[in-house]
């Protein structure tokens, strides 16, 4: 028996479902999750004592690996000054500016704790600002799980919000209109019927949870131009893409200009921290200076910040989004070749530093592509990578992630292992 099997039986004994996020569970590939002790660049060990190279990141915080020096100080320097202190701190202030500086857009931020915080103040704000309810989203576009966003549509139809979870009042979800992602038609046709209701666009500018799905040419140029007609927000949920596909994010790398973006993930470097920001005359609705409620204990965290600050310091490197590419492309065109050598069917998608993975022929770009990719073989490639030391997320539906700590061994060394398993996924 293993050291990771006896420590989910203790956590199951406690916690509920043994995790305290449900993908861990590996639910979507069967199995049992793998107890990990630490972790070291691009590495994390397991409690049995096995190496895996990493290509969850923490479900993408840590863009410079695990346990970065740079940042570990940056946090022990924090924490020796005090964990919180429920009143202002300077670190903030450095924060706001850093992101400032790489996302001009966001004249105003709000600190938060998670991303699910950041989209549930974005919809609230944009509600108040537009005195509107509705909102859209699209199908296979995760953005937490504030009620109005945990909804998807029935069967790739546009229809009324149908809630994803017991809990959600449906009379909340009817609020909540389903587009399908790079389908600018889909969300025209939901403005013609109900463009004077919906407050807010919320949309991932590459979609990183249906697995990674980059935007086809002008779709967000129409999501703008649609919001601009009807007078609605266009959000961007910045939290997976934001300091991931480029310094400045999606919004930079495709010159769109949103009303509200949110961020997460990276600007914690691994600690919880979340962000909502936009114009001044929209940022100054929050409370205190404007009406709309939002608050929290944790919010601008020293420690936390001090992880972010240290974080996005560290990306203004020269050449530090070019490197990341191309350790991703180098990747996924190793995987792509390996797996043509082998008959398997396999497509990849990739933007800066966040890559995607399909059982399928291509191209994948709606919904429907990602569904009809082979969830079967995807299972059996993800046992095989980890029996081999590859530690790849445990669901077909997530988007991977290289950090700056990936050497061009790791990634050769991933795609020998993957050699070696589509060889025997193209057996019977
Ligand atoms: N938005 C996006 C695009 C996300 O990928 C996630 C989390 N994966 C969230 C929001 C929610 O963030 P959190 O898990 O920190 O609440």
């Not at 109900?194 to 697995?211: F, K, L, S």
């Amino acid at each position: 028996m293993t050291a990771s099997h006896r420590a989910f039986m203790r956590a199951r004994s406690v916690i509920a479902g043994g995790v305290n996020s449900p993908v861990r569970a590996f639910k979507g590939v069967g199995g049992e999750p793998i107890f990990m002790q630490r972790g070291e660049g691009a590495y994390l060990f397991d409690v049995d004592g096995r190496r895996y190279i990493d290509y969850v990141g923490a479900w993408g915080p840590l863009i410079l690996g695990h346990a970065d020096a740079d940042v570990t100080r940056a946090v022990a320097d924090a924490a020796a000054r005090g964990l919180a202190f429920g009143a202002p701190t300077e670190g903030e202030t450095e924060l706001a500016l850093e992101v400032r500086a790489l996302m001009p857009g966001l004249e105003r931020l709000r600190f938060v704790s998670s991303g699910t915080e950041a989209t549930m103040t974005a919809l609230r704000l944009a509600r108040a600002v537009t005195g509107r309810d509705k909102v859209v989203k699209f199908e296979g576009g995760y953005h937490g799980h504030p009620d109005s966003l945990l909804v998807k549509a029935g069967s790739g139809a546009l229809t009324l919000g149908v809630p994803t979870s017991p809990g959600v009042p449906a009379a909340l979800a009817a609020h909540t209109l389903v587009a399908r992602f790079n389908d600018a038609d889909s969300v025209g046709a939901l403005f013609a019927q109900h463009g004077n209701d919906i407050a807010a666009v919320i949309v991932e500018p590459v979609a990183g949870n249906m697995n990674c799905v980059p935007p086809v040419a002008g779709f967000h140029e129409r999501l703008r131009a649609l919001c601009d007609q009807y007078g609605a927000l266009l959000i961007f949920d910045e939290v997976m893409t934001g300091f991931r596909v480029a310094a400045g994010g999606a919004q930079a790398l495709f010159g769109i200009r949103p009303d509200l973006t949110t961020l997460g993930k990276i600007i914690g470097g691994g600690l919880p921290v979340g962000a909502v920001g936009g114009p001044a005359a929209l940022m100054d609705q929050l409370l205190p200076d404007g009406p709309v409620f939002q608050a929290g204990t944790n919010s601008g965290n020293p420690v936390a910040m001090a992880a972010g600050l240290a974080t996005l310091k560290k990306l203004k490197a020269p050449g530090f989004y070019e490197t990341l590419s191309q350790r991703v492309a180098a990747l996924t065109v190793g995987l792509s070749e390996a797996a043509a050598r082998h008959g398997v069917a396999f497509t990849t998608n990739a933007v800066g530093g966040m890559f995607g993975l399909f059982f399928a022929e291509g191209p994948v770009r709606y919904y429907d592509d990602v569904m009809r990719a082979d969830a079967d073989r995807f299972r059996r490639f993800f046992h095989g990578l980890l029996g081999l030391g590859v530690y790849l997320a445990p669901s077909a539906y997530e988007a991977g992630f290289v950090s700056a700590a990936h050497t061009p061994a790791d990634i050769s060394a991933t795609v020998a292992a993957a050699e070696q398993v589509f060889s025997r996924l193209s057996g019977p």
